[in-house]
């Protein structure tokens, strides 16, 4: 059996595991599963019905919807064809649709719900489009597949045949955080050798594990993990909803679930918040525990008392939190922007394995991942290099990449593409050091700024320490070609009422509470205790409290939650402003 292209992870599954949960979504409160041999059987007629409608080698088909397993179906169907598939996330602009759509010359479109079908149909002009859902306005995708039940399985073969490893497989216009998204393109060879290097980071049982997905399938990373799933056996139970996630893990009981820092943020701040709300002996447990995760390391044998203390939490304290993530979690793998070292500690204190990952879309994603057991892990580094791929430091501390997973380039622009990769190696844009096979980040090599003494300040290592805090939710560190640094501060509404009750005074509404003189008051304390872990260079003189969290809807966050800086930096630009004219 050819195993080289990612399509070819279908009847590879089919013969290894012959799974009879292979997909899985909720639907009208029941779960739809399909088995691997129902996946071919769709898929199979998905690409024959391309081939009716003229869509053959080379074209570009859009997808654009949340998870759900007609998303594969599509993007394997594709593939079996040579057909490019180009992913978009449901949430950008139908401006980014319309400007997507005719840069890489898109001749059909898939879409989810209805306001995905909306905007897709305000942007796409003549370009046929097709639903996941029924929909009087355009076709339902079924109705298309219908189309290739009699088609003729030789002609589909002699397809599959023409498409080698080193065929363009999609284009995935990254999201960026200015200008106009860049569309990488990547192979199957790109993706099929990081899916299996990063195989053999999964410690799951093969053929018998299942995970939950939720991070957007436009994005490589829980792409490539579908792919490494499927290759390994391993079940896929799609979320209904971010905000029913945590139902859904308590449901499934799956044994892993791929994520970003900022979900596993909000999941400790859930759980410390609900910690503010016991009572008496059980609240002084409570961060009892929480304050023996912070001292955690898993390569510190802290001796018999600590580590007796630590399996008692355990018993009585973090046994909930496990269980509140399904009670079956083996590992989660943890990827798109630095995690805080705090939270990793903690979550490993509480035998919930984090797996911190780093590699961008140009990658396929992975660049290296830990190793999940607690004598490889090492708090800080985002793991070991993986397999075949090559890293090394730049002179000014850029980290360079050379490997069959890196990209063939951008689409249509090859300027740029020489501007990153150069002598076969990728320029990652980002900061970093090796210790060994270990890799750290530092920082993005673009996000870094000087002040107006000539100092670098690099705002991601000083922003995740202030993040520390219990009462600051999300943090951008300003400054450039300024004195010194300053910060915009989203304050987290949880810690503050728990702060206002500690005091005896009323939490009203954020945008009040902000400006109150005893909460500034407070935030200077918190600021200025931080402050020293950093150098003089580095530490915050000025805050500016904002009353409402940065979100992907309000455009202040990426689709994978990342700070979109430039966007922040114009849109409170008067606040900022304000901070460097108050200076005394």
Known sequence: ??????????????????????????ENDSWQTYSSRKIKEIVDNLSLAFLESSISKGDKVAIISQNRPEWNFVDLALQQIGAISVPMYPTITVEDYRYIFEHAEVKMVFVGDDE???????AADEIKIFSFHHSDKVSFWKDFMETGQNGDLAILEKSKEAVKKDDLFTIIYTSGTTGRPKGV???????????????????????????LSFLPLCHI??????????????SIYYAES?????DNLREIKPHGFNTVPRLLEKIYDKIVSKGYELKGIKKSLFFWALNLGNQYDPNLDQGAWYNWQLKI??????????????GEIIQINCGASALQPRLARVFWAARIKVCEGYGLTETSPVISSSICNSSEIRIGSVGKIIKDVEVKIASDGEILVKGPNVMQGYYKQDDITAE?????????????ELDGEYLKITDRKKEMFKTSGGKYVAPQVIENKIKESTLIDQIMVVGENKNYPAALIVPSEEGLKEYCRHKGFPFTEMSEMVEKPEVIAKYERVIEDMNKYFAKWETIKRFKLLPRAWTIETGELTPTMKLKRKMILQKYQADIENMYQSQS
């Open 242 to 246: 971010l905000e029913k996630i945590g």
């Open 116 to 122: 995905i079908l909306e905007k897709a149909i305000l």
């Open 1 to 26: 059996m050819i195993l080289n292209r990612l399509f070819d992870l279908i009847p590879y599954q089919i013969s290894q595991y012959d799974k009879e949960v292979a997909l899985a979504f909720k």
């Open 221 to 234: 990373f829980e792409r490539t993990a579908s792919f490494c799933y499927l290759y390994l056996g391993i």
């Open 185 to 211: 393109m990547l192979s199957h060879d790109n993706v099929f050798s990081n899916l299996l290097a990063v195989a053999d980071r999964l410690v799951m049982q093969k053929g018998n594990a299942k995970v």
């Open 420 to 432: 990153v990769l150069q002598n076969g190696w990728f320029h990652t844009g980002d900061i970093g």
């Open 313 to 326: 939490a355990n018993k009585i304290i973090f046994n909930k939190w496990r269980e509140a993530l399904g």
